[in-house]
């Protein structure tokens, strides 16, 4: 307790110090004097003699305190002064690194919330998942990325046999109606095997997980709430637990609530979960492959080690069953890969551009703390005089700089919490339903601890380098006035340096929003091969109980597009087993006629069934042959089939299509089918897919209880929702409309379009600050350089120069800066936009145009920023500048 | 200019010296001051107000105590003595300075032959 008894008991001790040297003088002054010395002689002659009174006193002082802290405080107080005293200084000083910081924590906000934090698992580091792939010619590895895809049964082998995983589960997607007070509502599920969440590790918040024996069955009986919709559709009842509800035709037992932390991206928009319900088909058929499975590590083995255990169970099940499994290879990826993985390259991209941000930030700061403290060298020469030593100048500097980053900081924080939701709002609903975690992007401690660090790397960046200089000042020089400033030396050079990185930065961006904005235009005007435009998609179920047998759903679809057609807004109504550009589909292998390939081995394409009206209501051009007709292609004669072009010139490579025959493989009734159309390509995932082959059924020989609808409407297909929701009403009023959008509102959430309009948007307005910033740097280099040489501008004038020399040699330096930070910045360019190329779409990611448009278009920006000191320069008056000195 | 007190001595010298002195006979600031001075015949380049600080860290270690009297000049006036831990300080401090200076001597002696 000593240190702290001597905080309070210092206000004396200096008291007694003060007094004592006070008489150390005086006793001294009276020898003296005693020795016949003058009283004015003896006075100096003491001073001389005790030395320097103020600093032996702070030595003294500094003794007894805590002096990197006071001294800290001291400094802090005098930086707050300091710069109270110049406000136009410190609020734009104070802006600009709030911008720089606030849109860096935004970022890093988001960055957090899906790259760094773990998933809300137990120990989610040891969580995988499993896929199994067929090598499918023609498919893009990128296609082979998103597939995540087992047989049932594969699955049930692997649990017996794989030791390497504690545990194995697999799950699907879902959807019910849910029948209770007031309309029927569509509802969003997934469906799991029972220990689904015991694998992940996650325990239900109210009630119990599913119990073994619950699956399989038919139906589910139970069902587990997620916290949200508990909330939201039952008010958070905590009676909960035992309750009915009814899900389409059956009765369900809610026996759960899971905890609000819990999320799964996968199925990120499932309301409740039931256990796996699935007919008989898909239980036992291996050549159905619709299942995700993941799978806990067990204790003490690696990825390495399950993968190689899978390949030999896999070449095991592959030699059982050739016909299903023979060129089936099981895939092992992480957990977390799979939910982060197509946000994480925009992310880092976006990340890095904003990082620049700051850099040109704190670039430009630091310009103006240069010419401040330029402006400032008498007052800390003064300083060194009295005794500062060169670690308080610098000390007293960083906490100027310091004090105007945290200003800037707590601004920035405020920038940020709102960027941070402008951010997220941004996101289309649908795409945020697979990525939850973005939602839990706010201010938390990371995201402080991440603006701390941001705060002191931006306060030392631009403070340090001025620091360094004023402390290296010469003291000889002193207490010279400084006059007749040149715009030479050290200082200039460097701030020339700054403003050079600062173009070559914004350059940087410049062409990264560029090349967005080119990829979202040529995405946008990709042509997806039908008529987008005034069409209106969605989905119908049917229920088992009410429509058991195929006939009923045809009968269904009969009563139902019949009412439509005779609607005055329905131009055409067509139905497609899966909807262009939403994705998904199922597949399917064949052997074409006199093409014998290996067991196993056969071809495998897309296969979807369409009513025989379709193609003319899309607006799908036909390229051969003849479409499905009601006479011909009755349910009972499954004999013609309709391919794509990208099929036809896949598997048939320029023979005519038109009479050859195939047969599906997976059963061995199936009878050879004669194609008997050609239709042209459409994007099936997405406005950037690439053409995929495609087979087509009609929709009578392959009819299933999901139906997908599309109606061509003759105004504004969103006023045709309500009388289309009215016919369905009218037709069955327990069935509902399933996400009902238009066209147009598909090709705005898709994620193809977002992964382009949402870095372009933010690229471009970090490029645009970036260069508004590069030009006040600029701007603010020039104008300085021009007021420090108005004498030397006088004396050329008054020597006869003309203006447009004066005017060429102020522009000639800003263009010499600028040159030379577009040229340093079309190098990193030329590296640094690689990086994005998973983004890019239809150009270049070395896009001469780009490259060369963009640089004009800085050099020009620059140019004006120039003219504006220049022309001051011009109208110098050579009497005026001269008689100033 | 600055770091006077440490310009002609190795740090900790001027304390040793403060104790020797004081050891000797309690004294206030100026007149420790007049000692030193007169007593190293003025060889050694000391500010008198170095002392100062000295004398703050020897408080502020406990090694001496300050109580305020009456000098023979009859003002009020600061005097310093040590303490025991300070009359031991300065006895191993002297010990430790002599082995150096022995040292020392050797060694410039050795190069002079």
């Known amino acids: 307790m000593k240190w702290f008894k001597q905080i309070f008991s210092r206000r004396r001790f200096y008291g007694d110090l003060s007094e004592e040297i006070q008489g150390h003088l005086e006793e001294k002054v009276e020898e003296l004097v005693g020795n016949g010395m003058s009283r004015r002689g003896a006075e100096s002659a003491a001073r001389r003699e005790f030395g320097n009174v103020t600093l032996m006193k702070e030595k003294s002082r500094d003794v007894w305190r805590w002096s990197f802290m006071e001294n800290l405080l001291s400094d802090v107080r005098y930086g707050v002064r300091i710069l109270l005293g110049n406000p136009g200084f410190s609020i734009v000083a104070i802006l600009t690194i709030a911008l720089g910081i606030g849109a860096n924590t935004a970022i890093f906000s988001v960055v957090y919330a899906a790259l760094i934090r773990p998933l809300p698992y137990s120990q989610p580091e040891r969580l995988l998942t499993l896929t199994e792939l067929r090598p499918k010619e023609g498919r893009a590895s990128d296609a082979d990325k998103q597939t995540w895809v087992s047989a049932y049964p594969d699955y049930l082998d692997w649990t017996r046999q794989c030791k390497s995983f504690q545990a194995l589960a697999g799950f699907s997607g879902d959807g019910f109606v849910l029948h209770g007070a007031g309309e029927p509502e569509p509802l969003f599920a997934a469906q799991a095997t029972v220990n689904f969440f015991s694998t992940l590790g996650v325990k239900p918040f109210l009630g119990r997980d599913f119990a073994a024996g619950e699956d399989i069955a038919a139906g589910p009986k139970v069902a587990i709430l997620s916290y949200g919709s508990w909330i939201r559709r039952f008010g958070g009842d905590p009676h909960i637990l035992g309750r009915s509800i009814q899900l389409d035709d059956k009765s369900v037992s809610i026996i759960g609530v899971l905890p609000p932390t819990f999320e799964f991206a996968p199925r990120g928009n499932a309301e409740l979960w039931v256990p796996l319900h699935i007919e008989k088909d898909l239980v036992t058929r291996r050549s159905l492959r619709w299942m995700p499975v993941i799978g806990r590590l067990a204790e003490g083995s690696t990825q390495g080690q399950a993968q190689a255990e899978m390949n030999s169970i896999t070449a095991n099940l592959a030699a059982a069953y050739p016909q299903e499994n023979g060129a089936i290879r099981a895939v092992l990826v992480p957990l977390r890969d799979r939910i982060v993985g197509q946000v994480q390259p925009l992310l880092l991209i976006l990340f890095g551009a904003v990082g620049f941000v700051l850099l040109i930030a704190c670039a430009n700061v630091m310009n103006l703390f240069l010419v401040r403290t330029a402006g400032r060298r008498r007052e800390f020469n003064i300083r060194a005089a009295l005794g500062a030593s060169r670690g308080r100048l610098i000390s007293q500097l960083l906490a100027e700089s310091l004090i105007l980053a945290a200003a800037g900081g707590v601004l920035g924080l405020i920038l940020a919490e709102w960027g941070t939701s402008l951010l997220i709002a941004a996101i289309p609903d649908t795409l945020l339903a697979s990525a939850p975690f973005l939602r839990d992007a706010h201010t938390n401690l990371a995201v402080l601890a991440f603006l701390c660090v941001a705060v002191i790397f931006t306060g030392i960046a631009f403070g340090l380098a001025p620091a360094l200089q004023i402390s290296r000042g010469q003291e000889c020089e002193a207490l010279k006035e400084e006059t007749r400033a040149s715009a030479g030396g050290v200082r200039t050079r460097l701030r020339g340096v700054l403003v050079v990185a600062e173009i070559a930065f914004s350059l940087v961006l410049l062409i990264g929003s560029g090349l967005m904005v080119k990829s979202l235009t040529a995405l946008l005007s990709r042509d997806p091969g039908f008529d987008t435009k005034s069409l209106l998609t969605f989905s119908v179920n049917l229920p088992p109980t009410t429509y058991p047998k195929d006939p009923d759903a045809i009968r269904f679809d009969k009563e139902f597009t019949d009412r439509l057609r005779a609607l005055p807004g329905v131009a055409g109504v067509a139905s497609n087993s899966v909807v262009p550009l939403t994705g998904g589909g199922a597949s399917i292998r064949f052997v074409i006629e006199g093409q014998p390939v290996a067991k196993g081995h056969e071809n495998e394409c897309n296969i979807r069934d369409v009513s025989n009206n379709y193609f003319p209501v899309m607006k799908i051009p036909l390229r051969a042959g003849r479409l499905f007709d009601d006479s011909t292609d009755s349910s009972t004669v499954p004999q013609h089939v309709i391919v794509n072009e990208a099929w036809a010139k896949q598997y048939l490579h320029g023979q005519d299509p038109i009479g050859k025959r195939i047969k599906f493989t997976y059963s061995p009734k199936e009878n050879y089918r004669e194609i008997v159309g050609v239709v042209g390509n459409t994007a099936d995932t997405g406005l950037d897919s690439p053409e995929e082959s495609s087979l087509f059924l009609p929709f009578t020989q392959d009819t299933n209880s999901f139906i997908n609808y599309v109606v061509r409407t003759a105004g504004d297909p969103k006023n045709a929702m309500g009388e289309v929701r009215a016919s369905l009403h009218a037709v069955d009023p327990q069935l509902v409309l399933i996400q009902p959008f238009t066209m147009d509102q598909i090709i705005a959430q898709s994620p193809s379009v977002f992964l382009r309009r949402y870095p372009s948007y933010l690229i471009g307005s970090f490029a645009a600050l970036a260069l508004i910033l590069a030009m006040i740097g600029l701007y603010g280099l020039v104008s300085y350089s021009v007021s420090q040489r108005t004498r030397e501008l006088g004396i050329r004038i008054a020597l006869g120069a003309q203006q447009k020399n004066v005017m060429r040699l102020v522009l000639g330096e800003g263009a010499r800066l600028t040159v030379l930070g577009v040229v340093f910045g079309l190098l990193a360019a030329l590296g640094l936009t690689q990086l994005m190329r998973s983004l890019l779409f239809g150009v270049s990611a070395l896009d001469a145009v780009t490259f060369a448009s963009v640089a004009v278009v800085l050099a020009v920006v620059a140019v004006i920023a120039c003219c504006i000191p220049a022309r001051r320069a011009m109208r110098t008056d050579p009497a005026a500048a001269l008689r100033y000195e | ?113």
């Open chain 2, 1 to 113: 200019m600055k770091n006077n007190e440490h310009r002609d001595l190795f740090p900790g010298a001027l304390e040793m010296m403060i104790l020797r002195t004081l050891k000797r006979q309690p004294l206030h600031g100026y007149a420790l001051a007049q000692y030193i001075k007169r007593t190293s015949n003025d060889l050694l380049q000391i500010e008198e107000g170095s002392l100062y600080p000295a004398l703050q860290r020897l408080l502020k270690a406990e090694l001496v105590k300050a109580e305020w009297g009456i000098s023979s000049t009859n003002r009020r006036v600061r005097i310093y003595k040590p303490t025991a831990a300070g009359a031991k300080h300065l006895e191993r401090e002297v010990s430790r300075f002599e082995r150096m200076l022995k040292g020392i001597t050797r060694v410039l002696a050795r190069g002079e032959s």
